[in-house]
């Protein structure tokens, strides 16, 4: 398969065969000078070299490429049943074929490049393997073979948001998206990539965008797999939580209870799987005031994460979190604060999930009346979203308004106008922000270095979409 388009402009001189036809030009007309000038002898003479020459280099490219292809076969079959820097050692070998004989921006070298990748992924080195992918993604308009196209976008994409990078991994998961859907016919293949796209909208506030994108993958997936396929369990879960981040409760309770009921329908006891459903039904119970339910789900996620997990957990801290918030909504301030102490003792090393903890503290120190504690709190936790690598606007405009408003009750009326300034401006920035909009905040400089070539390829990928 093939994403292509007849109508767009090439670049001529990427054609192998072109080439020749210009060197066997240079040769016959190198010759005739030489006839004309000296000994006609001595032109056939020339002539005979230079065919010589060109022949051989054509020759080595060949094998070059072939040599290369064979390497990346084997490392193809390889990842996943070999150890992963054997595989790494075969990429660098083709990659350097590839290079010593400038045949890189061809589909075997850069699948040699996505390959590579994805080694330096597994074994946990994502700055060499978002290199790698970007490297192949720059080559993305010269290949031939579509699936290798798609190749590139889908493994920078998902390195991106691994990385934490979504507004960088949008308009890459985007293009995979859309490219996919129009030439790969991969029904399965294209939901995933729309859940992708719909989890990097979730994760930069974009709630709408991912209630959209998860609500496809459903429907792609019921029509493939039928409505009781487990596989629908996680989409049904991603697209609650954009209702939820939308305040659409009931809608969200329905999509966590049906993958609720996949799970148990199909006997998968996975404990960290079921656990994320009751979970969020939890919270929801919660949104909607129905605190003593909430703690019910909470205490049965609680001893399934501490089974599965341990008791220092990232994902423990969450759920002390979540029973602190029903123990204060239920005015059990001291029953709350047992729970924080340990929530917050636990997720210190993890930033993204301690702003939620601290947030917590600050309304118990505001039901408490101390209005300077619930302000410095709140103050802290919009300090550490702000700080993370891809902050959650959404969520970073309720906490400055959440300031303004703690502010305003301290008396600071300068700091709480301040403060509804800077939600204002966020708010109607994230209103008419775009999806595939870059955001370099914070973006680690080794990556800036790459934004061009990924924002370029992008963009060809664009303008192939729009031609097709």
Not at 156 to 179: C, K, S, Y
Not at 202 to 207: A, E, I, S, T, W
Not at 212 to 232: H, N, R, S, Y
Request: hydrophobic share 40%; aromatic share 4%.
């Amino acid at each position: 398969m093939a994403v292509r388009s007849e109508n767009r402009p090439k670049r001529v001189l990427q054609y192998r065969f072109v080439l020749l036809a210009l060197a066997i030009l240079l040769v016959l007309q190198t010759t005739y000078l030489l006839s004309r000038l000296t000994n006609p002898k001595a032109g056939w003479i020339v002539l005979a070299i230079l065919a010589l020459l060109v022949t051989l280099e054509f020759s080595r490219g060949r094998q070059a490429r072939k040599v290369c292809s064979s390497l990346v076969g084997t490392a193809e079959k390889m990842l996943g049943q070999a150890p992963d820097v054997e595989v790494l050692q075969i990429c660098d070998k083709a990659i350097a074929i590839a290079l010593r004989r400038r045949v890189l921006a061809t589909d075997s070298g850069v699948r040699a490049l996505l390959l590579r990748s994805e080694a330096l992924r597994k074994l946990g080195r994502r700055d060499e393997a978002l290199q790698s992918a970007v490297e192949g993604l720059a080559y993305f308009r010269r290949l031939r073979n579509g699936g290798t196209q798609l190749a590139t976008l889908d493994q920078t994409g998902v390195i991106l948001l691994e990385m934490n990078l979504e507004r960088r991994a949008i308009p890459v998961l985007e293009a995979a998206a859309a490219l996919g859907q129009r030439g790969e016919r991969n029904p399965l293949k294209t939901a995933l990539r729309l859940e992708r796209v719909g989890i990097a909208y979730l994760r930069v506030g974009l709630h709408a965008n991912s209630v959209t994108a998860f609500g496809q993958t459903v429907d792609i997936l019921t029509k493939e797999k039928g409505p009781d396929a487990v596989i629908l369990a996680s989409p049904y879960i991603n697209l609650g939580n954009g209702y939820k981040r939308m305040q659409k409760m009931e809608d969200a309770e329905r999509c966590y209870r049906e993958a609720l009921r996949l799970y148990h329908a199909k006997g998968n006891e996975d404990p960290e799987r079921v656990s994320i459903a009751l979970l969020n039904l939890g919270v929801v119970c919660a949104e909607s005031g129905r605190e003593e339910e909430a703690e019910k789900y909470y205490q049965q996620v609680l001893q399934l994460r501490i089974r599965a997990l341990g008791r220092n957990h990232w994902r423990v801290g969450n759920t002390y979190n979540n029973l602190a918030g029903c123990r204060r909504r239920l005015r059990d301030f001291s029953g709350a604060g047992q729970y924080l102490q340990q929530a917050i003792e636990i997720l210190e090393s993890r930033p993204e999930s301690l702003c939620n903890a601290i947030e917590s503290l600050s309304r118990l120190r505001e039901d408490e009346g101390c209005f300077e504690e619930a302000l410095a709190a709140t103050a802290r936790a919009r300090e550490i979203q702000q700080n993370l690598p891809t902050p959650d606007l959404s969520q970073m405009a309720t906490l400055y308004e959440r300031e303004a408003q703690l502010a305003s009750r301290c008396g600071d009326e300068e700091r709480s106008e301040d403060c509804r300034s800077r939600a204002a401006q966020i708010r109607q920035a994230l209103a008419a922000a775009r999806p595939s909009d870059g955001d370099l905040t914070n973006l680690p400089e080794s990556l800036k270095a790459l934004d061009q070539h990924l924002a370029a390829s992008v963009e060809r990928v664009r303008a192939l979409q729009s031609a097709m």
